[in-house]
Protein backbone atom coordinates (compact mmCIF):
# COMPACT_ATOMS: atom_id res chain seq x y z
CA UNK A 1 0.00 0.00 0.00
CA UNK A 2 2.74 2.54 1.30
CA UNK A 3 4.63 1.85 -2.87
CA UNK A 4 1.41 2.76 -4.77
CA UNK A 5 -0.33 4.95 -2.75
CA UNK A 6 0.33 7.53 0.14
CA UNK A 7 -1.43 6.49 3.36
CA UNK A 8 -1.67 8.31 5.99
CA UNK A 9 -2.42 6.63 9.33
CA UNK A 10 -3.93 8.10 12.68
CA UNK A 11 -4.88 6.69 15.87
CA UNK A 12 -3.85 2.98 14.84
CA UNK A 13 -2.41 2.87 18.93
CA UNK A 14 -6.61 2.88 19.53
CA UNK A 15 -6.10 -0.93 18.04
CA UNK A 16 -5.83 -3.40 21.22
CA UNK A 17 -2.07 -5.36 20.85
CA UNK A 18 -4.06 -8.38 22.09
CA UNK A 19 -6.95 -10.70 22.27
CA UNK A 20 -9.94 -10.18 20.02
CA UNK A 21 -10.62 -7.13 18.18
CA UNK A 22 -13.31 -6.14 15.20
CA UNK A 23 -12.45 -3.14 12.85
CA UNK A 24 -15.41 -1.74 11.60
CA UNK A 25 -14.91 -0.23 8.46
CA UNK A 26 -16.25 2.41 6.20
CA UNK A 27 -17.10 0.95 2.61
CA UNK A 28 -17.13 3.48 -0.68
CA UNK A 29 -14.32 2.41 -2.45
CA UNK A 30 -12.36 -0.94 -4.00
CA UNK A 31 -8.97 0.30 -1.79
CA UNK A 32 -10.93 0.47 1.42
CA UNK A 33 -10.03 -3.44 2.89
CA UNK A 34 -6.42 -4.06 1.05
CA UNK A 35 -5.71 -0.07 1.94
CA UNK A 36 -6.58 -1.84 5.56
CA UNK A 37 -5.00 -4.84 5.51
CA UNK A 38 -1.57 -3.57 4.41
CA UNK A 39 -1.68 -0.31 7.24
CA UNK A 40 -3.53 -2.43 10.22
CA UNK A 41 -1.08 -3.12 12.93
CA UNK A 42 -2.37 -6.22 13.14
CA UNK A 43 -3.17 -8.56 10.46
CA UNK A 44 -6.65 -8.45 9.81
CA UNK A 45 -8.82 -11.78 8.34
CA UNK A 46 -12.07 -10.03 6.59
CA UNK A 47 -15.12 -11.61 5.25
CA UNK A 48 -14.98 -11.19 1.85
CA UNK A 49 -17.36 -11.81 -0.94
CA UNK A 50 -16.90 -15.34 -2.17
CA UNK A 51 -17.03 -14.08 -6.33
CA UNK A 52 -13.41 -12.40 -5.24
CA UNK A 53 -11.98 -15.84 -5.07
CA UNK A 54 -11.50 -16.65 -8.38
CA UNK A 55 -8.41 -17.88 -10.26
CA UNK A 56 -5.30 -16.80 -8.97
CA UNK A 57 -6.88 -14.66 -6.02
CA UNK A 58 -8.29 -17.38 -4.70
CA UNK A 59 -4.86 -18.86 -3.08
CA UNK A 60 -3.56 -15.83 -2.46
CA UNK A 61 -6.78 -14.36 -0.59
CA UNK A 62 -6.64 -17.83 1.48
CA UNK A 63 -3.01 -17.72 1.67
CA UNK A 64 -3.58 -14.22 3.58
CA UNK A 65 -6.17 -15.84 5.84
CA UNK A 66 -9.29 -13.65 3.94
CA UNK A 67 -12.73 -15.58 5.22
CA UNK A 68 -14.77 -16.18 1.66
CA UNK A 69 -18.38 -15.64 2.77
CA UNK A 70 -22.22 -16.07 0.46
CA UNK A 71 -23.40 -13.10 0.91
CA UNK A 72 -26.46 -14.54 -0.98
CA UNK A 73 -27.45 -16.98 2.36
CA UNK A 74 -26.85 -17.48 5.88
CA UNK A 75 -23.15 -18.70 5.29
CA UNK A 76 -22.78 -20.85 8.28
CA UNK A 77 -19.26 -21.83 7.51
CA UNK A 78 -18.15 -17.71 7.14
CA UNK A 79 -19.97 -17.03 10.59
CA UNK A 80 -18.05 -20.26 11.97
CA UNK A 81 -14.40 -19.25 10.77
CA UNK A 82 -15.17 -15.77 11.94
CA UNK A 83 -16.03 -16.53 15.51
CA UNK A 84 -13.02 -18.88 15.36
CA UNK A 85 -10.47 -15.72 14.27
CA UNK A 86 -12.26 -14.32 17.59
CA UNK A 87 -11.63 -17.54 19.23
CA UNK A 88 -7.92 -17.35 18.93
CA UNK A 89 -7.52 -13.78 20.04
CA UNK A 90 -7.30 -12.15 16.33
CA UNK A 91 -8.53 -9.34 14.09
CA UNK A 92 -11.69 -9.91 12.36
CA UNK A 93 -12.39 -6.76 9.76
CA UNK A 94 -16.25 -5.89 8.66
CA UNK A 95 -17.71 -3.59 6.42
CA UNK A 96 -20.70 -3.26 8.38
CA UNK A 97 -23.06 -1.92 5.38
CA UNK A 98 -22.32 -5.25 3.58
CA UNK A 99 -21.30 -3.86 0.53
CA UNK A 100 -19.50 -1.01 -1.13
CA UNK A 101 -21.66 2.24 -0.75
CA UNK A 102 -22.08 5.89 -0.21
CA UNK A 103 -19.39 4.82 3.10
CA UNK A 104 -21.28 6.68 5.60
CA UNK A 105 -22.57 3.50 8.14
CA UNK A 106 -26.22 4.70 7.10
CA UNK A 107 -27.69 1.02 6.99
CA UNK A 108 -26.03 -1.56 8.91
CA UNK A 109 -26.68 -5.41 8.63
CA UNK A 110 -26.87 -7.17 11.57
CA UNK A 111 -23.80 -9.25 11.21
CA UNK A 112 -21.18 -6.50 13.19
CA UNK A 113 -23.42 -6.52 15.54
CA UNK A 114 -23.75 -10.43 16.04
CA UNK A 115 -20.31 -11.13 15.83
CA UNK A 116 -19.46 -8.14 18.53
CA UNK A 117 -21.93 -9.52 21.19
CA UNK A 118 -21.46 -13.15 20.42
CA UNK A 119 -17.75 -13.07 21.04
CA UNK A 120 -17.80 -10.19 23.26
CA UNK A 121 -14.98 -8.39 21.58
CA UNK A 122 -14.09 -4.72 21.55
CA UNK A 123 -15.24 -2.95 17.78
CA UNK A 124 -13.03 -0.65 16.80
CA UNK A 125 -14.15 1.78 13.84
CA UNK A 126 -12.40 3.00 10.87
CA UNK A 127 -12.82 5.36 8.24
CA UNK A 128 -10.76 5.45 5.24
CA UNK A 129 -11.43 8.60 3.46
CA UNK A 130 -9.71 10.11 0.32
CA UNK A 131 -10.40 6.84 -2.03
CA UNK A 132 -12.93 8.25 -3.94
CA UNK A 133 -11.43 11.54 -4.51
CA UNK A 134 -9.03 10.86 -7.43
CA UNK A 135 -10.20 7.82 -9.36
CA UNK A 136 -7.30 6.31 -11.63
CA UNK A 137 -8.43 6.36 -15.06
CA UNK A 138 -7.41 2.80 -15.93
CA UNK A 139 -9.26 1.17 -13.24
CA UNK A 140 -12.10 3.53 -11.60
CA UNK A 141 -12.55 1.24 -8.63
CA UNK A 142 -8.86 1.83 -7.45
CA UNK A 143 -7.22 6.03 -6.09
CA UNK A 144 -4.78 7.15 -8.66
CA UNK A 145 -1.42 6.12 -7.81
CA UNK A 146 0.75 8.30 -4.99
CA UNK A 147 -2.89 10.04 -4.30
CA UNK A 148 -3.17 10.32 -0.37
CA UNK A 149 -5.66 8.07 1.24
CA UNK A 150 -6.34 8.54 4.88
CA UNK A 151 -7.31 5.63 7.73
CA UNK A 152 -8.63 6.85 10.86
CA UNK A 153 -9.09 4.32 13.74
CA UNK A 154 -11.46 5.19 16.92
CA UNK A 155 -11.48 4.24 20.36
CA UNK A 156 -12.56 0.80 21.04
CA UNK A 157 -16.07 0.26 22.50
CA UNK A 158 -18.29 -2.79 23.75
CA UNK A 159 -21.23 -3.64 21.58
CA UNK A 160 -23.22 -5.41 23.71
CA UNK A 161 -25.11 -4.05 26.71
CA UNK A 162 -23.26 -6.13 29.72
CA UNK A 163 -25.87 -8.44 30.27
CA UNK A 164 -24.62 -11.03 27.76
CA UNK A 165 -27.93 -11.36 25.99
CA UNK A 166 -28.30 -12.50 22.55
CA UNK A 167 -31.69 -11.75 21.68
CA UNK A 168 -32.92 -10.37 18.37
CA UNK A 169 -34.12 -7.43 20.32
CA UNK A 170 -30.25 -6.95 21.84
CA UNK A 171 -28.63 -7.55 18.50
CA UNK A 172 -31.46 -4.58 17.28
CA UNK A 173 -30.10 -2.34 20.44
CA UNK A 174 -26.23 -3.66 20.43
CA UNK A 175 -26.77 -2.44 16.08
CA UNK A 176 -28.28 1.46 17.58
CA UNK A 177 -25.21 1.70 19.39
CA UNK A 178 -22.78 0.66 16.73
CA UNK A 179 -24.37 2.74 13.96
CA UNK A 180 -24.34 5.86 17.00
CA UNK A 181 -20.72 5.12 17.58
CA UNK A 182 -19.14 4.30 14.24
CA UNK A 183 -21.43 7.38 12.71
CA UNK A 184 -19.99 10.02 14.72
CA UNK A 185 -16.36 8.55 14.39
CA UNK A 186 -17.11 9.08 10.24
CA UNK A 187 -18.08 12.51 11.38
CA UNK A 188 -14.34 13.21 13.79
CA UNK A 189 -12.19 11.72 10.85
CA UNK A 190 -13.69 13.96 8.35
CA UNK A 191 -12.95 16.54 11.15
CA UNK A 192 -9.38 15.88 11.64
CA UNK A 193 -8.59 14.83 8.12
CA UNK A 194 -10.27 17.56 6.01
CA UNK A 195 -12.22 15.32 3.76
Known amino acids: MYGLWRPRVLGAWRVPSTGPVILAVNHSHGIDGPMLMGTAPRPVHFLIKKEAFVGPLDPFLRGIGQLKVDRSTADRKAITDALA ?56 AVPRLRSRVDVVFGDAFEAGDGSGRRTRKALDEATVRIQERLTAHLAAARRLTGR
Not at 102 to 124: E, I, K, Q
Open 85 to 140: VLAHGGVLGIFPEGTRGAGDFASLRAGLAYFAVRSGAPVVPVAVLGGAERRSRLTP
